[in-house]
C-alpha cells in the first residue's frame, strides 16, 4: 500500500512529465477522440456540481483550488470573487493556467506549485479539489480531513473513484497489469469507509455523497466534507 508521499510523486510525474500536453488539450477546446470527449463531458459536468456547492457570490472568502490543473475553476472561483489560491503538483499545468485564466482576474489569484494540502498555505473558507484526490487511499484521505479541520471553516469540496463493478474490474487489472505510461491508479472509495477513515484520523466534520457523474469513460462521485 503506497503511502501519501510516494503517491504524490507519481503523480507529479505523470502530470509533469507524461501527460502535460493531453492534459492540456483536454482541458480547452481543441478538438478530441470519441472517448476523450466523454471524458470532457463528464469532467465539465462534475464542475458544475462542484461548483453549485459554493456560493455564487465569493466576494471576501478565500478559496482553494487544490489540484488546479489548467485553470478552469480558477477562473470562475476568480470572476466570483474569491480570493484564489491556485495550486498543482505540475509546474507545467501551473504555466498553463496562468495563460488560460484572464488577466483582468490575476490580481485575484497566487499561483503556485507544491502539495496542495500544504500547512503554509493557512486557512480558507472553502476549498475545491476536482480529481486531485482520487489517486489516494482512504486512511491518507482521511487525515487529510482532520488536519483540515482547523483549517478550513465552511466545506471542502472534492471528487473520489466510487466503487463500482466497472471501475473495481478496471482497478485490479491496473494492479495486476501496470504500465509504466499509464496515469497513476485511481482508488475506488465508498462513501461509508471514507468516513469511518475521517474518524478513525480525528476528523470532527461531516461526509456527504452529493451526486455521480457517469459519461463514457468518466465516473467521478462528488463528495462535500463540512467541518
Not at 463531458?41 to 489540484?67: F, H, K, N, Y
Not at 487529510?144 to 474490474?169: G, N, Q, W, Y
Request: hydrophobic share 40%; aromatic share 8%.
Amino acid at each position: 500500500m503506497a503511502d501519501y508521499a510516494s503517491t504524490r510523486a507519481r503523480v507529479e510525474t505523470y502530470f509533469d512529465k507524461t501527460a502535460t500536453k493531453t492534459w492540456e488539450r483536454l482541458t480547452s477546446d481543441a478538438p478530441v477522440s470519441g472517448v476523450r470527449k466523454t471524458v470532457r463531458a463528464g469532467r465539465d459536468r462534475m464542475r458544475e456540481i462542484m461548483l453549485s456547492r459554493l456560493p455564487q457570490d465569493l466576494t471576501g472568502a478565500r478559496v482553494l483550488d487544490a489540484g488546479c490543473g489548467a485553470g478552469q475553476v480558477t477562473e470562475i472561483l476568480a470572476d466570483r470573487g474569491a480570493d484564489v489560491v491556485a495550486i498543482d503538483i505540475s509546474p507545467s499545468l501551473i504555466e498553463i493556467a496562468k495563460k488560460r485564466v484572464p488577466h483582468h482576474l490575476h490580481p485575484n489569484v497566487q499561483f503556485k506549485s507544491g502539495d496542495m494540502f500544504a500547512p503554509e498555505l493557512g486557512a480558507f473558507d472553502y476549498i475545491v479539489a476536482m480529481d486531485s484526490m482520487i489517486y489516494y487511499e482512504a486512511g491518507d484521505i482521511g487525515q487529510k480531513l482532520a488536519a483540515l479541520d482547523a483549517r478550513v471553516s465552511k466545506s471542502l469540496v472534492f471528487t473520489v473513484a466510487p466503487r463500482t463493478p466497472f471501475l473495481m474490474t478496471f482497478w485490479t487489472m491496473g494492479k495486476v497489469f501496470p504500465r509504466s505510461d499509464r496515469s497513476p491508479i485511481m482508488i475506488p472509495h465508498a462513501p461509508a469507509k471514507l468516513q469511518q477513515a475521517a474518524s478513525l484520523a480525528g476528523a470532527t466534520g461531516a461526509l456527504s455523497e452529493i451526486e455521480r457523474v457517469t459519461s463514457g469513460f468518466y465516473i467521478s462521485t462528488c463528495m462535500e466534507y463540512a467541518t
